[in-house]
Nanobody, 125 residues
């Protein structure tokens, strides 16, 4: 079974930093575009940043210059380095993968639109 497993959330003071990680697990062959989304209480889920396998990157305007997305294709892992965190960054952060290729017996299979379970990021003094 293919899963995205996130880690790295927590409580941090304004101006602080956190690094989120998301690893695809389950006999993975490769993953296409991956990214991070977030959902604050009472708000819709919104894009934070995405990165393609070729490392084309897109950021939400609200995080440009503060957050950095990166990936390790060999590990099928995506990272989000978050600096200069502000209270408005408080949300549940979700990892997403557009398409994942994985081994199913002797064959390659694929799954689309996979989400992680979410990790809480709280920015507060």
């Amino acid at each position: 079974q293919v899963q995205l497993v996130e880690s790295g959330g927590g409580l941090v003071q304004p101006g602080g930093s956190l690094r989120l990680s998301c690893a695809a697990s389950g006999n993975i062959f490769s993953s296409d575009a991956m990214g991070w989304y977030r959902q604050a209480p009472g708000k819709q889920r919104e894009l934070v940043a995405t990165i393609t396998r070729g490392r084309d990157i897109n950021y939400a305007d609200s995080v440009k210059g503060r957050f950095t997305i990166s990936r390790d294709n060999a590990k099928n892992t995506v990272y989000l380095q978050m600096n200069s965190l502000q209270p408005e960054d408080t949300a549940v952060y979700y990892c997403h993968a557009d398409r994942i290729l994985y081994y199913s017996g002797d064959y390659l299979d694929e799954t689309y639109d996979t989400w992680g379970q979410g990790t809480q990021v709280t920015v507060s003094s």
